[in-house]
């Protein structure tokens, strides 16, 4: 199998505080994992991907600061959305590859974000 | 530029209506496509990996196909259940990131 988790499934914050956002592939190790946001009716959209023990690649207008990405180990990758504000509202979906040669992505259920 | 467009953009069967869906791409080195079904407020779920020309797969009433310019998803006497976004992903020569495409929103009345 390939599960991959996401921890919490929901959360509502207040404008100015952090959230942390936890996936985790529960039976493999992940080498890659990858971090999108999802609007409604629109497809997903890569914000970051994250190797073990290095640095997130960011994609273009995604800013570094305010979406900090920790890939401690091969299991597990977190998401903090900083200062977050109501246009950080949005679905945040994981994903993670098993090994370097093999290129499908299996993704977490997703994380409901609502800035208030 | 990489293109993948799916077609459908909607689709309403009747169960039992068997069905394809299209995912036609334009792309400089095809390196893997991927199919996946997404539900209302969920993640995308994994179905299909196709690498070469002329490959199939299946898994129930699914069967995916792969040509060097389109891949199908075929759909043999739906169920309710089988509605869902079925969304198409490709990886090329050139990123390792997914391109997607805009996906086909399927509807099974029963």
């Known amino acids: 199998g390939a599960v991959v988790s996401q921890h919490p499934s929901r959360v509502i914050c207040k404008s100015g505080t952090s959230v942390k956002i936890e996936c985790r592939s529960l039976?493999?190790?992940?080498?890659?994992m990858f971090w999108y946001r999802q609007f409604p009716k629109q497809s997903l959209m890569l914000m970051a991907t994250?190797?073990?023990?290095?640095?997130?690649?960011?994609e273009q207008g995604v800013e570094k600061d305010k979406f900090l990405i920790n890939h401690a180990s091969l299991t597990l990758s977190t998401l903090t959305v900083t200062s977050a504000h109501p246009e950080d509202s949005s679905f945040y979906i994981c994903?993670?590859?098993?090994?370097?040669?093999?290129?499908?992505?299996?993704f977490g259920p997703g994380t409901r974000l609502l800035v208030l | 530029e990489d293109q993948v467009t799916q077609s459908p953009e909607a689709l309403r069967l009747q169960e039992g209506e068997s069905s394809s869906l299209n995912c036609s791409y334009t792309?400089?080195?095809?390196?893997?496509l991927f199919w996946y079904r997404q539900d209302p407020g969920k993640g995308p779920e994994f179905l299909f990996t196709l690498y070469s020309a002329g490959e199939e797969k299946e898994k129930e009433r699914l069967k995916a196909t792969l040509t060097k310019k389109e891949s199908f998803l075929h759909i043999t006497a739906p169920k309710p259940e089988d509605s869902a976004t079925y969304l198409c992903a490709l990886t090329t020569s050139g990123t390792y990131k997914y391109i997607f495409g805009t996906g086909t929103r399927l509807k099974v009345l029963a």
């Open positions: 039976d493999f190790q992940a080498t890659t």
């Open positions: 994250s190797n073990e023990g290095s640095k997130a690649t960011y």
């Open positions: 792309v400089s080195g095809l390196r893997g």
């Open positions: 994903s993670a590859r098993k090994r370097t040669t093999e290129e499908t992505q299996y």
